[in-house]
């Protein structure tokens, strides 16, 4: 079964620190680069991050700069995103998403994960 | 880096058609592909269009994607609307110069 799977979003406190992790099935993992999208509760998708597919190269949006590290393991099939320095601007439902067209053309989207910031 | 505009709603009747907009602030809209995305409530976005006018598998041909340099923008269209096209639909882009992803703001349409 072609697909994506989200984890490791919970509640934490502004300035902590969380892993988030994207295990993908079903395809080669390795030939696609990988993007995290979010969207925070109500409100449009927001471009967080994307890694090339042997992980050479990574991009960030300008919030995420910095703060968040963007990784991948071949190996495990799994995408990760390191987010640091939590604020509640950070709230959002996080989805890994897979680039099957180039320039961004997402063919394949997890379910999402669930980050809540609040003291 | 440039952005995306969509008009916030759009509603229509079953067995119409709609058209949702996407335009470019700046550069040329034929410069990267435009990707279409529906979201239905509590459920991840799926691709409708891809490469300015591309359906993906599965995807009716009720959904059909356009340019129009003229007016700098893009056009998702749905004909014969059906109450389950009721969603969000977003537009996407790629800024070559960062390199990005460029999200439009989202249009949801209702159909009623």
């Known amino acids: 079964q072609v697909q994506l799977v989200e984890s490791g979003g919970r509640v934490v406190q502004p300035g902590e620190s969380l892993r988030l992790s994207c295990a993908g099935s079903?395809?080669?993992?390795?030939?696609?680069?990988l993007h995290w999208v979010r969207q925070a509760p109500g409100k449009g998708l927001e471009w967080v991050a994307v890694i090339s597919s042997d992980g050479t190269n990574k991009y960030y949006t300008l919030s995420a700069k910095g703060r968040f590290s963007i990784s991948r393991d071949n190996s495990k099939n799994t995408l990760y995103m390191e987010l640091n320095r939590l604020t509640v601007d950070d709230t959002a439902t996080y989805y890994c998403?897979?680039?099957?067209w180039g320039e961004g053309g997402y063919d394949l989207w997890g379910q999402g994960t669930m980050v809540t910031v609040s003291s | 880096n440039f952005m995306l505009t969509q008009p916030h709603s759009v509603s229509e009747s079953p067995g119409k058609t709609v058209i949702i907009s996407c335009t470019r602030s700046s550069g040329s809209i034929d410069s990267n592909y435009v990707q279409w995305y529906q979201q239905r409530p509590g459920s991840s976005p799926t691709t409708v269009i891809y490469e300015d006018d591309q359906r993906p598998s599965g995807v009716p041909d009720r959904f059909s994607g356009s340019i129009d340099s003229s007016s700098n923008s893009a056009s998702l269209t749905i004909s014969g609307l059906k109450t389950e096209d009721a969603a969000d639909y977003y537009c996407?882009?790629?800024?070559?110069?960062?390199?990005?992803?460029?999200f439009g703001g989202g249009t949801k349409l209702t159909v009623l």
């Open positions: 996407q882009s790629y800024d070559s110069s960062i390199p990005s992803v460029v």
């Open positions: 998403a897979k680039e099957g």
């Open positions: 079903g395809f080669t993992f390795s030939n696609y680069p």
